[in-house]
């Protein structure tokens, strides 16, 4: 696991300070090793989290001859497999490092080698004899890869920190963006928070010749999943031998792995899983706060550490150490993302890097079997829903900001951009099948918006800021493909989700773990925001030049005061300003550097 950057220009030479500068940005992505390549107008770097082939995985790497140069960022789980092929063909490894199949791959099939490599991944190829450069990214988009464009050309990185350097302070804002994270949480598609920046897509790859982009295009699509027919019996054949091989690819590493626990049958399962393919015991960590509102995760995670003998560590922050931490968590997501839960996800990270660098977590299981409750609505609900924002079939029409909000707390050019706010998820929507389920069409639109752009955003970043892999079983593309092509009434029925992953899962769990309704991952935010530090909030925000240039900071009075009055409306638009603030304070302000992990973020905007 690793952060690359790098440039390609049209005429003029790469900069190695600036690669280097791009590096440093990403430092904590790799704290192991960093590595670069510059020829002519192409400039490449690595930082290396080493995880396999500790001693010889160094970056760039190179294969025929030197002619292909290599940075990725990831996990190639079928390496083993490709390499006893690629080897029996004649090939010959200089490394055992999964990342080098990338070459082979390609030096065989070409840019069609994408559809060969099982993983994680975020890579930059360059093919010194035909100048050519190839980026791409997963297929689930697990790892994140931006690209900029330039006066001149084009560079990319693993995170938005990492362009930063090579923007040379040409760093704007992006109303759409900027819009889409106040209102939906998360900007998505290609719309980022910063203007002439974009996301690559979920496997999608971008091809560049001569400082060129030429070529753009999605190597997979879930949109190409055709549908079963199967039983539950048949599904749970065929789904037996599926997830052993996932599982035991994923456990491939040469160092110890651990897990984050939660209780529920996601994580659960995986702990099982884990337990059962492994040689010793699985080193877990879960996140609670007592003594809140909060329902605690802490006791039913307990009970399943201790059935199947993990070495369990349990992480408590109260509301001091949840806002301190608030700013180091806004510093890794730098892609602005509102979830509560990337703080105590980043606190758990923390604990588990002190003695991991990879843990396993259960992502994925509620997009690919349908779990959450959105779901399961009525038709009539999502009827009328659609009746009131057309475009998505009534499935995610909700959002953060209300009438008020819009109307009077957005500046002219955010108003201006809440016409689009909805445009990612419409657009997923109506890419769907017409022969597609209701079901499999919210199922779609979450993979390739919220899965993607926030959910991943909260696993990805809040464990590389400690130098820590995450690694997602339920996010492997044949167990994705396997989920979507499910019968509806295997994911939903009676008023359950879930229900095959459930049935499937039960010998590993309790019958109370498995009949639990779905819980969701809450912080008490609402519950912490309040008192003293929402009265400096309320004096703080309306203060900021941040805050005076997209906003009516008059309008912040209005929602403290809705706040004291127990708007969770008004907390969400209170808690998304300070984030915007202190992103705007480090980023646009500032140069990117890291802040401590533990400061007031009201004395930081002060600063």
Known sequence: MCGIAGVIS????????????????????????????????????????????????????????????????????????????????????????????????????????????????????????????????????IK???????????????????????????VGIDADGLVQFLHNQFSSGRTTILRDVERLAPGEAVLFEDGRLVRRWQYWSALEVQPQRLTQEEAMEAFSPLMETVMRQHMRADVPFGLFLSGGVDSGTLLALLTKYGDQPVRTFSVGFPGTATRDELPPALEMARRYGSIHTEVRPDRDEIFGHLAATVWAADDLMRDYANIPTSLLARHAASELKVVFSGEGGDEVFAGYGRFRGSATERWAKGLLHPGSGGFRTSGALTRRDRRRLLGSELRAAFQRVRQPFVDAWRACPPAWSTLQRMQYDELVTALPDNLMVKADRMMMAWGLEGRVPFLDHRIVEFGLSLPDGLKVAGGRGKVFLKEWARPWLLEEEVSAKKRGFHVPIGEWLSGDFLDRLGHTLPALPAIRAWFEAEEVAHLVRAKRGGSSAATRVLFALLQFALWHRMFIDGKGERPPAQVDPLDLLAG
């Open 10 to 141: 049209k005429n003029r030479p790469a900069d190695r300070e600036v690669l280097e500068r791009m590096a440093a940005a990403l430092a904590h992505r790799g704290p192991d090793d960093r590595g670069y390549f510059t020829e002519g107008d192409v400039g490449l770097a690595q930082t290396r989290l080493s995880i396999i082939d500790l001693a010889h995985g160094h970056q760039p790497l190179y294969a025929r001859g030197d002619e292909l140069v290599l940075v990725a960022n990831g996990e190639i789980y079928n390496d083993l497999e490709l390499r006893a092929e690629f080897e029996r063909d004649g090939v010959r490894y200089q490394t055992r490092s999964d990342s080098e199949t990338i070459l082979h791959a390609y030096d065989r099939d070409g840019e069609a080698c994408l559809e060969r490599l099982f993983g994680m991944f975020a890579f930059a190829l360059y093919d010194r004899p035909r100048r050519r450069l190839l980026l791409a990214r997963d297929r689930l988009g």
């Open 144 to 170: 994140p890869l931006f690209l900029a464009k330039l006066p001149d050309g084009y560079a990319f990185a693993s995170e938005l920190k990492g362009l930063l350097p090579s923007l040379q302070r040409r």
